[in-house]
């Protein structure tokens, strides 16, 4: 049984700014902002919320299926799936097209600045949920509007779980169609940010929403996370990393260790210290995609985090 992961699939241009955004950006200037960077390094990465997840998937030797649109221009990308053995049959390549494509520059405190060119990902909804493939649970995270309306549509239809993951996407919604999206999805996972986005947008409060739903994940960063469930809630340490090196990447390697957990039933606990141990390994690492721990790593770090093993 494969966990389904619908999102992009994407480039990633990362910039590393030497210094502080804020100390360049006036708080009571902001509506006439025009500030530069300038940013020594800069590297592309293979990226996007359906890339990374499955990555990070493949990584805990798990089944992953990302489902995602891509461009003239995907070639080395696919390439890496076949490379990783990750399935790709569910990557449709739009003619004409450029693969979606992030620019993120990132300052001395991890705060991120973010351009994306959606490309091909805006003809996402072009691509169907299957239904010849045995799926046990899904993802529908930042995609094509009408793509993640679609396959969040039929998800719920067919009666497969589905985690709702609308991450920098959630500008695109009006606080009803992300009430549409809550009552038809089984669990909602957002960082601290895009949680009083969310309340704020709906007019409900996250107690609220997590009424229609067997779990609300909301992450923390460095503060850890916290998994409201029908059981009762979950406070999730974060796990220790030997180094801060680059944020990007480590929300979807926590949605992959949350994913594995679930689709295992490894319970609430265990699944979000296993995601809490992914994202520290990615952030020990530049780039999404460049942290290749095996999955005994994986073991190991988890068992020296919170003294038992997973498996």
């Known amino acids: 049984m494969k966990t389904l992961i619908c999102g992009s699939i994407a480039y990633d241009s990362i910039m590393v700014f030497h210094g502080r955004f804020k100390d360049h950006i006036l708080p009571d200037q902001v509506h006439i902002l025009n500030v530069s960077f300038l940013v020594p390094t800069l590297r592309q990465e293979f990226g996007g919320v359906a890339g990374n997840i499955a990555y990070n998937l493949a990584l805990l030797q798990d089944d ?5 649109t891509v461009g003239d221009d995907a070639g080395e990308y696919l390439g890496r799936f076949d490379t990783l053995g990750i399935d790709r049959s569910r990557v449709l390549r739009i003619e004409g097209t450029r693969t979606a494509q992030a ?17 091909a990902m805006s003809h996402s909804h072009h691509n169907r949920i299957p239904d010849d493939v045995p799926v046990r649970l899904a993802l529908v995270g930042p995609d094509g509007r009408e793509g ?8 719920a239809a067919r009666e497969i ?30 960082n601290d940010y895009e ?16 009424g229609h739903l067997e779990a609300l994940v909301v992450t923390r960063g460095a503060q850890g996370s916290e998994i409201r469930t029908r059981e ?29 957990g679930v689709a295992h039933d ?36 988890f068992f020296e985090a919170f003294g038992y093993r997973v498996w």
């Open 195 to 210: 949680a009083k986005l969310l309340a704020a947008k709906t007019g409900r409060k996250l107690e609220k929403l997590s």
């Open 266 to 301: 490894l319970g609430w606990e265990t699944s979000g210290r296993l995601a809490a141990v992914m994202g520290a390994v990615k952030i020990e690492h530049s780039g999404a995609q460049r942290h290749a721990p095996t999955r005994s790593d994986i073991e190991q770090r």
């Open 103 to 119: 620019f993120i520059t990132t300052d001395l405190d991890d705060n991120q600045i973010v351009a994306f060119h959606p490309g």
């Open 64 to 68: 992953p299926l990302p489902m995602g």
């Open 161 to 190: 779980p589905f985690l709702f993951d609308p991450g920098q996407a959630l500008p695109l919604f009006s606080g009803e169609e992300l009430l549409w999206f809550v009552e038809r999805a089984t669990y909602l996972a957002v």
């Open 232 to 260: 009762g809630t979950f406070a999730i340490p974060a796990a220790p990393a030997a180094a801060v090196v680059d944020p990007t990447g480590c929300g979807d390697a926590y949605r992959a260790g949350l994913l594995f």
């Open 148 to 155: 993640m309306l679609a396959h969040a549509h039929a998800l």
